[in-house]
């Protein structure tokens, strides 16, 4: 399994971001997919999960400024991120957890909302 993420960087504040996660090595349309973040000095936080089909849930913090999809025909899943603020900093995190059990990240794409 391998997940591969993409497009951090840094940005304004209030400006956006889209995040991608490529999905590899599983059966991809049968997993619910989720970012998190971790900031620096904090524990790992749930950003986002989406379902095979497409039903979502998000953090309450994020609700309104984070939106989470997929695309079950390229394994991808991505995390559009509007109106950033600099709490928004961090490394976040694509994550698959199987039927088994066995859970797996991809290796972070850092974000900075600085002026």
């Known amino acids: 399994v391998q997940l591969v993420e993409s497009g951090g960087g840094l940005v304004q504040p209030g400006g956006s971001l889209r995040l991608s996660c490529a999905a590899s090595?599983?059966?991809?349309?049968?997993?619910?997919m989720r970012w998190y973040r971790q900031a620096p000095g904090k524990q790992r936080e749930l950003v986002a999960a989406?379902?095979?089909?497409?039903?979502?849930r998000y953090a309450d913090s994020l609700k309104g400024r984070f939106t989470i999809s997929r695309d079950n025909a390229k394994n991808m899943v991505y995390l559009q991120m509007n109106s950033l603020k600099p709490e928004d900093t961090g490394v976040y995190y694509c994550?698959?957890?199987?039927?088994?059990?066995?859970?797996?990240w991809g290796q972070g794409t850092q974000v900075t909302v600085s002026s």
């Open positions: 994550n698959v957890q199987l039927r088994s059990g066995l859970e797996y």
């Open positions: 090595g599983i059966i991809f349309n049968i997993y619910d």
């Open positions: 989406v379902t095979p089909s497409s039903n979502t």
